[in-house]
């Protein structure tokens, strides 16, 4: 086996704190105190960039180890002539590529001598998918740490965990269940000792693979590779080891901090209390130093928690019931390896809990949180909204993370870069609110250690509650709500339903599916809902019951719900006709098509697009949502045929095929022609469009401008 000195891994694909600057670097989904990081160099981490791919090979197809050194060889040759070779000069040789460990089902982890960029990655995973043997290549990306009991922080600092608007009300839940019988692996840095967290803790397991050379980006500073010491070595790092032109940083004791989150010792008159203060904490590391680890560590210690059986490594013999991950990289797709990771530890029946990340955008668009079947956790501030920071949309809840002005008081470690001795210090991040929710599993699953998984989140997902604050983008089923949970866990005759929308659901329960939480009240306007298993059934005293599901439900979600500007529902779905199915809402309507989804048609754009026949008409349907800050207090909507323009002084008007494209290239609204004053009419032989500055005529293929 070869090993790489001193490699810089600059640019790998990263989890990262909130705050720090790397694009595209993988680090704690959390970030330590008031500061943040300081940015990264310009040009000191190429997005996407890593040393290493993993390649599965086809069961019963794998080739013999010097087929295989052949393939990889071939593959590179594909990245040749690269940089100055293109410009003419001396040809750069082909990187050299080495088999150098294994990884979750039988894929091989391939390293290269140097780093290889996007593109380099996408030449060369495409070049070994050519061959019939492999199942699959995929970049090796780096991922990063993504931040009443008689404990006396408790009371006085624990706000995340206290019966207030934004907290969670623990000791309602804690009558009930404290974690006992469980266990919740922390696949993070590592772990410190610590008062507040030894008793609880079990033997772990260390899967930082990287540990020759010069500390770099997930480097293991143990002098060794997989081993069965989980301690968290500090993720400190000197100027440019992180990266060309990185700041030194001190070690951010990130697993500590997660750990005791999760399940701090209760009742021990020392510190903090965590969620699940009566579970036990099971260490995994798989993030060394910079915070950062490879994907291919993090998929291994992802199985290994569950109970996995792995090569060369000792089975664990106490599998986790949940695992934690806060950490994260950006990736619009869930890579292979690490979703057959999450498989794995769903079949033996732990639930895998993760960051959303801290980007302020889709968490569609970050790892692991768009991997299939994890509960992905949205972060919220101690106002009970959404923190600026957190990523939304595609996420299952929400939990407490903090923000700069109220962070998150855990375990910790007084060492600024090796070890020291045990300490508390505050964070906010992803990173905090997915330990939060992986302590709540463990309360459910005491309650009901039968559960799997799916159930565990089904659950979460039912008794969520609305968020005390806004949510931009969307929080998924609610902020989490840990006594919810826990009793409806214990009911064993399962919800029942009544009035107005048991009433509908009488009617429609075929397609509504069984109750999934009992009727919640005091929505705006005193309205009142019941989630079901296929949507749920709102009502308000001026709209009645009505059934939302689907996708219809996602975009009124998006727009605000009933605290949006559609307001209730005031029908049920019901086709048009053209293959999409429409539902009124109080203030306009939701469009769906399978060709083009769901979105809001409203106010003046909506009437406008209906005179025109609306989705029969010559637009088509809807493309997204209303979208307004136009110049002069404008809006648009796009359509599948054109767009329709609204502004104050010319009311709705529709542009749409060459004319439409003609009046786009003369920079619309904005340019000289300005809004359009009417609709295209036909004058003679030609169509012609009036807008404010002038008109614009379409006659045999010709576009004729005419200004005033």
């Given at each position: 086996?070869?090993?790489?000195?001193?490699?810089?891994?600059?640019?790998?694909?990263?989890?990262?704190?909130?705050?720090?600057?790397?694009?595209?670097?993988?680090?704690?989904?959390?970030?330590?105190?008031p500061?943040?990081?300081?940015?990264?160099?310009?040009?000191?981490?190429?997005?996407?960039?890593?040393?290493?791919?993993?390649?599965?090979?086809?069961?019963?197809?794998?080739?013999?180890?010097?087929?295989?050194?052949?393939?990889?060889?071939?593959?590179?040759?594909?990245?040749?002539?690269?940089?100055?070779?293109?410009?003419?000069?001396?040809?750069?040789?082909?990187?050299?590529?080495?088999?150098?460990?294994?990884?979750?089902?039988?894929?091989?982890?391939?390293?290269?001598?140097?780093?290889?960029?996007?593109?380099?990655?996408?030449?060369?995973?495409?070049?070994?998918?050519?061959?019939?043997?492999?199942?699959?290549?995929?970049?090796?990306?780096?991922?990063?740490?993504?931040?009443?009991?008689?404990?006396?922080?408790?009371?006085?600092?624990?706000?995340?965990?206290?019966?207030?608007?934004?907290?969670?009300?623990l000791?309602?839940?804690?009558?009930?269940?404290?974690?006992?019988g469980?266990?919740?692996?922390?696949?993070?840095?590592?772990?410190?000792?610590?008062?507040?967290?030894?008793?609880n803790?079990?033997?772990?397991?260390?899967?930082?693979?990287?540990?020759?050379?010069?500390?770099?980006?997930?480097?293991?500073?143990?002098?060794?590779?997989?081993?069965?010491?989980?301690?968290?070595?500090?993720?400190?790092?000197?100027?440019?080891?992180?990266?060309?032109?990185?700041?030194?940083?001190?070690?951010?004791?990130?697993?500590?901090?997660?750990?005791?989150?999760?399940?701090?010792?209760?009742?021990n008159?020392?510190?903090?209390?965590?969620?699940?203060?009566?579970a036990?904490?099971?260490?995994?590391?798989?993030?060394?130093?910079?915070?950062?680890?490879?994907?291919?560590?993090?998929?291994?210690?992802?199985?290994?928690?569950?109970?996995?059986?792995?090569?060369?490594?000792?089975?664990?013999p106490?599998?986790?019931?949940?695992?934690?991950?806060?950490?994260?990289?950006?990736?619009?797709?869930?890579?292979?390896?690490?979703?057959?990771?999450?498989?794995?530890?769903?079949?033996?029946?732990?639930?895998?809990?993760?960051?959303?990340?801290?980007?302020?955008?889709?968490?569609?668009?970050?790892?692991?949180?768009?991997?299939?079947?994890?509960?992905?956790?949205?972060?919220?501030?101690?106002?009970?909204?959404?923190?600026?920071?957190?990523?939304?949309?595609?996420?299952?809840?929400?939990?407490?993370?903090?923000?700069?002005?109220?962070?998150?008081?855990?375990?910790?470690?007084?060492?600024?870069?090796?070890?020291?001795?045990?300490?508390?210090?505050?964070?906010?991040?992803?990173?905090?609110?997915?330990?939060?929710?992986?302590?709540?599993?463990?309360?459910?699953?005491?309650?009901?250690?039968?559960?799997?998984?799916?159930?565990?989140?089904?659950?979460?997902?039912?008794?969520?509650r609305?968020?005390?604050?806004?949510?931009?983008?969307?929080?998924?089923?609610?902020?989490?709500?840990?006594?919810?949970?826990?009793?409806?866990?214990?009911?064993?005759?399962?919800?029942?339903?009544?009035?107005?929308?048991?009433?509908?659901?009488?009617?429609?329960?075929?397609?509504?599916?069984?109750?999934?939480?009992?009727?919640?009240?005091?929505l705006?306007?005193n309205?009142c809902?019941?989630?079901f298993?296929?949507g749920?059934?709102?009502?308000s005293?001026?709209?009645?019951?009505?059934?939302?599901?689907?996708?219809?439900?996602?975009?009124?979600?998006?727009?605000?719900?009933?605290?949006?500007?559609?307001?209730?529902?005031?029908?049920?779905?019901?086709?048009?006709?053209?293959?999409?199915?429409?539902?009124?809402?109080?203030?306009?309507?939701?469009?769906?098509?399978?060709?083009?989804?769901?979105?809001?048609?409203?106010?003046?754009?909506?009437?406008?697009?209906?005179?025109?026949?609306?989705?029969?008409?010559?637009?088509?349907?809807?493309?997204?949502?209303e979208?307004?800050?136009?110049?002069?207090?404008?809006?648009?909507?796009?359509?599948?045929?054109?767009?329709?323009?609204?502004?104050?002084?010319?009311?709705?008007?529709?542009?749409?095929?060459?004319?439409?494209?003609?009046?786009?290239?003369?920079?619309?609204?904005?340019?000289?022609?300005?809004?359009?004053?009417?609709?295209?009419?036909?004058?003679?032989?030609?169509?012609?469009?009036?807008f404010?500055?002038?008109?614009?005529?379409?006659?045999?293929?010709?576009?004729?401008?005419?200004?005033?």
């Amino acid at each position: 086996m070869t090993s790489f000195h001193g490699r810089a891994l600059a640019a790998a694909l990263v989890l990262i704190l909130v705050g720090a600057a790397a694009p595209a670097a993988a680090v704690p989904t959390e970030v330590t105190g008031p500061s943040t990081h300081a940015p990264a160099a310009e040009g000191s981490r190429s997005p996407g960039a890593t040393d290493r791919v993993v390649v599965k090979f086809k069961d019963g197809a794998e080739p013999a180890p010097r087929i295989r050194e052949r393939i990889y060889a071939e593959a590179a040759e594909r990245i040749a002539p690269r940089g100055a070779a293109a410009a003419g000069e001396h040809e750069e040789p082909a990187p050299l590529l080495d088999e150098i460990s294994g990884t979750v089902d039988s894929a091989k982890v391939v390293a290269a001598d140097e780093l290889l960029d996007a593109q380099e990655l996408e030449i060369l995973t495409s070049a070994l998918e050519e061959d019939p043997a492999v199942e699959y290549a995929e970049p090796d990306h780096l991922a990063s740490i993504a931040g009443v009991p008689d404990d006396p922080y408790y009371r006085t600092s624990q706000w995340n965990l206290q019966p207030t608007a934004a907290g969670l009300d623990l000791p309602s839940a804690w009558d009930r269940a404290t974690g006992s019988g469980q266990t919740v692996a922390v696949v993070d840095t590592g772990i410190t000792p610590h008062p507040d967290l030894d008793a609880n803790v079990l033997p772990g397991h260390d899967f930082v693979s990287l540990h020759a050379g010069g500390v770099q980006p997930g480097h293991s500073r143990d002098g060794d590779g997989w081993d069965p010491d989980p301690r968290d070595e500090g993720d400190y790092a000197g100027p440019g080891e992180c990266g060309p032109g990185s700041a030194a940083r001190s070690s951010s004791w990130h697993g500590t901090h997660t750990a005791g989150i999760a399940a701090a010792r209760g009742n021990n008159a020392t510190g903090v209390a965590g969620v699940a203060h009566g579970a036990k904490l099971l260490p995994v590391r798989a993030l060394g130093a910079c915070g950062d680890g490879y994907v291919s560590d993090i998929a291994v210690a992802i199985a290994w928690a569950a109970g996995d059986d792995i090569d060369a490594v000792p089975l664990n013999p106490h599998p986790a019931t949940v695992v934690n991950l806060s950490l994260g990289f950006l990736s619009g797709t869930c890579p292979a390896v690490l979703q057959e990771a999450v498989d794995r530890a769903l079949s033996r029946g732990a639930s895998v809990v993760v960051a959303a990340g801290n980007h302020d955008r889709d968490a569609r668009m970050e790892s692991p949180a768009n991997c299939r079947g994890v509960i992905t956790v949205a972060a919220t501030t101690a106002h009970g909204a959404r923190a600026e920071y957190s990523n939304w949309g595609r996420v299952t809840l929400a939990a407490p993370g903090g923000d700069p002005s109220r962070q998150v008081l855990s375990t910790a470690n007084a060492g600024s870069t090796r070890p020291g001795g045990g300490s508390y210090s505050y964070k906010y991040g992803t990173s905090m609110a997915s330990p939060t929710v992986a302590g709540v599993v463990a309360l459910v699953r005491e309650t009901d250690p039968s559960l799997s998984p799916a159930q565990v989140r089904e659950v979460l997902i039912a008794t969520a509650r609305p968020l005390p604050g806004p949510c931009p983008g969307g929080c998924g089923a609610g902020l989490v709500n840990p006594r919810a949970a826990v009793v409806r866990a214990t009911l064993q005759e399962g919800y029942t339903t009544q009035g107005a929308i048991g009433a509908l659901h009488a009617r429609i329960g075929t397609s509504t599916g069984a109750p999934r939480s009992h009727e919640r009240c005091g929505l705006a306007h005193n309205g009142c809902y019941q989630e079901f298993e296929r949507g749920a059934i709102y009502w308000s005293a001026g709209t009645g019951a009505r059934w939302v599901h689907g996708g219809v439900r996602s975009a009124w979600s998006r727009s605000g719900g009933v605290n949006g500007p559609l307001g209730y529902p005031r029908t049920g779905e019901f086709g048009d006709g053209a293959g999409g199915v429409h539902q009124l809402f109080q203030r306009g309507t939701v469009v769906w098509h399978a060709g083009t989804g769901a979105a809001a048609v409203r106010g003046a754009i909506s009437s406008r697009w209906a005179a025109l026949g609306g989705a029969a008409g010559p637009l088509g349907y809807p493309l997204g949502e209303e979208r307004g800050g136009l110049v002069g207090g404008g809006a648009h909507q796009a359509f599948e045929q054109g767009r329709i323009l609204w502004s104050p002084a010319t009311g709705a008007q529709p542009v749409r095929g060459a004319i439409g494209r003609a009046h786009a290239d003369l920079r619309g609204e904005r340019g000289r022609l300005g809004y359009p004053v009417t609709a295209e009419h036909r004058s003679g032989d030609s169509v012609v469009q009036r807008f404010r500055g002038g008109s614009i005529g379409y006659r045999h293929g010709g576009i004729t401008i005419s200004y005033r």
